[in-house]
């Protein structure tokens, strides 16, 4: 069944959020929510990994800068990780970029790891229910603000470099040879 969400009033901010999950205990307890029909809300974009263990901090940094308002992982409970300690590694990474979330001003809490069981279907739903709330309650990534003005600014460089492509010895519909 298709998760869904509860209707906004007309203009709310309705977050875009990734989240990670390992192939174990995340892509079961994804599973059993499924199978349970049990909604939790569609505005979550999944990842499937390995392990939460292969968590790179440049991955949950780089969701941000893609235009991800808010980012979690869904990882197998502490002592029960199918890679022995993959998920206490994660966790560890989490830390880090939810520091490094602080440092440059974007703010940690939008970053989150979750521990679930494969047969938890119901805290795999709240747990996406949690975040979507929490990032609402943030606001918007505030880097789509500069992406978007960093866009245009890129667009005018091009065309900048169209109007001076003879200048750049370009030659359009000619050919240079004698």
Do not use: S
């Given at each position: 069944?298709?998760?869904e969400t509860a209707p906004l009033p007309s203009g709310a901010f309705e977050p875009e959020i990734t989240a990670f999950y390992c192939i174990?205990?995340?892509?079961?307890?994804?599973?059993?929510a499924g199978a349970l029909q049990i909604q939790y809300p569609a505005n979550v974009k999944f990842m499937r990994m390995p392990c939460t263990g292969k968590?790179?901090?440049?991955?949950?940094?780089?969701?941000?800068?893609?235009?991800?308002?808010?980012?979690y992982l869904v990882?197998?409970?502490?002592?029960?990780?199918h890679h022995v300690r993959g998920n206490e590694r994660g966790r560890a990474r989490v830390q880090r970029?939810?520091?490094?979330?602080?440092?440059?001003?974007?703010?940690?809490?939008?970053?989150?790891?979750f521990f679930v069981s494969g047969s938890q279907g119901h805290?795999?739903?709240m747990a996406a229910q949690t975040m979507t709330e929490r990032i609402r309650g943030?606001?918007?990534?505030?880097l789509k603000k500069h992406a978007k003005t960093r866009q245009l600014s890129l667009e005018t460089v091009d065309e900048e470099l169209d109007e001076d492509a003879?200048?750049?010895?370009?030659?359009?519909g000619k050919s240079s040879r004698k």
């Open positions: 069944m298709k998760p174990y205990c995340g892509y079961m307890a994804a599973d059993t968590t790179d901090v440049r991955y949950l940094l780089e969701a941000f800068e893609q235009g991800a308002d808010g980012v990882a197998c409970p502490i002592g029960n990780c970029a939810k520091m490094i979330l602080d440092e440059i001003g974007l703010g940690g809490e939008r970053l989150e790891m805290a795999f739903a943030l606001g918007p990534n505030p003879d200048f750049r010895g370009r030659k359009t």
